[in-house]
């Protein structure tokens, strides 16, 4: 069966749509066999396994739908032939509407970030998820100036991160030094290895780029596991130090001597003062980081960033290094996840390997592609639909990261280049504006001579 069209006498081939959904369903098939279909219970005898037809039943019928959904709108457009608008004018026109919102919408969503806490329906769970949220708009910043600017792909951010969390736990156990101490130098120490993994991948590019920083942040992962004598291994670190507001500490009753937050402006002790402070001190750190990135990014090391993510051979051929380039950009967004692995590791108060496995990469690196890569706003945009947004599926219990994919792939339908996608320039030549006056009387004048 074939519904034709005007533009292409070919029309859309149903057939072939309902086989291309067939197969994806049969796929679909394959792997909820296993992963839906059989489920391990406990019994008096010991495991045994029951039956779920029916989910698999469900899996496999939508994955078919969508399919086929999807099949048939991009045969439907393709159908339609050639679309008459420029395609210089769709950009431009995207563009301008990116900026503008990114104008907008970047003031809105900080002052809504400032003014949470003190909503009416801001109680503990909704600062403690907003707190979490801003933990991974600030790794997505900071990955995005190695993934967005200078377009190198690194999936072993996660490295950073736990590099930045065992820092400040081991000098707050080893040294007895507050979180305020530790800040800057948790920051240092992830800058630190983030050079030692731009050397080995000076030469590499894309696939190769990739899989090196992923063995790197593996390899990281495994030291943290197994140097039991340093990091306690895999049973982790516990009791570490929360940070204080200006040595007033968020406690019941004081150290004689001394006063808690709560005495101090005379107000009933309540738990949630030290959340509240918490969600600030992370808002504060990736603005930091934004303010940081939109001003790097206009000196000549973001621009060479920027020559960097477009051509590495006209980027040497201008005269750039490209491994300063690359070293500059893995220390900087290195340094960030240093930052937000400390503040993790005091909200926490607990770490342990098993928060750093590849699985954080990928959701970092998921959050920069779905913002769009080089957007700032758009990377917020992407961690508070992705993280956030997941918590809505909570009560899915076991399906919750089906909802996640699920996520994923729908905007990634919708939007394939990322939610605020158009990467422009910091610098612009504009060749309908000619030369000013004063540099064609030199060239004139040279040639007369």
Known sequence: MMIESNNNPRGIDIAGLLKESAIAALVALGLTIVMLGLRTVDTTTGLGITTRWPLVAVAVISVFAGRLLFAFRREWKASKGPVSRDRKEEEDRAATIIKRFSTIGGPVFIAFALVLPLMPFADRYVIDIATYVLIYVMLGWGLNIVVGLAGL???????????????????????????????????????????????????????????????????????????????????????????????????????????????????????????????????????????????????????????????????????????????????????????????????????????????????????????????????????????GGTELFRGLEEYRMLAFGGLMVAIMVWKPRGLLAHLEPTIKLHPDKGPPPEAIKAVTEGEGK
């Open 153 to 387: 792909l690194d999936l072993g951010y996660v490295a950073f991160y736990a590099v930045g969390a065992y820092s400040y736990a081991l000098f707050a156990f080893y040294f007895d030094l507050s979180f305020w101490v530790c800040l800057p130098l948790a920051g240092l120490c992830a800058a630190s290895f983030g050079v030692l993994l731009g050397f080995p991948v000076l030469r590499l590019r894309g696939d190769y780029l990739a899989i090196v920083t992923l063995g790197f942040g593996e390899i990281i992962r495994i030291i943290l596991l197994n140097w039991y004598k340093f990091t306690n291994g895999p049973d982790g670190i516990s009791g570490i130090p929360r940070p204080s507001f200006f040595g007033l500490e968020f406690k019941r009753t004081a150290v004689e001597g001394t006063q808690t937050f709560h005495q101090f402006f005379d107000l009933d002790y309540s738990s949630m003062h030290r959340l509240i402070f918490l969600y600030y001190l992370i808002l504060i750190l990736a603005l930091i980081t934004n303010f940081f990135t939109l001003r790097i990014r206009k000196m000549p090391v973001g621009r060479a960033w920027e020559a960097l993510r477009e051509d590495e051979i006209a980027c040497r051929s201008l005269g750039i290094n490209p491994t300063n380039t690359k070293l500059t950009a893995f220390a900087l967004g290195a340094m960030f996840a240093g930052f937000a692995g400390s503040f993790f590791a005091t909200r926490q108060a607990f770490i342990s390997p098993e928060s750093f496995t590849f699985i954080e990469s990928a959701v970092i690196l998921a959050i920069v592609v779905l913002g769009g890569m080089g957007s700032q706003v758009g990377v917020a945009i992407a961690a508070v639909l992705l993280i």
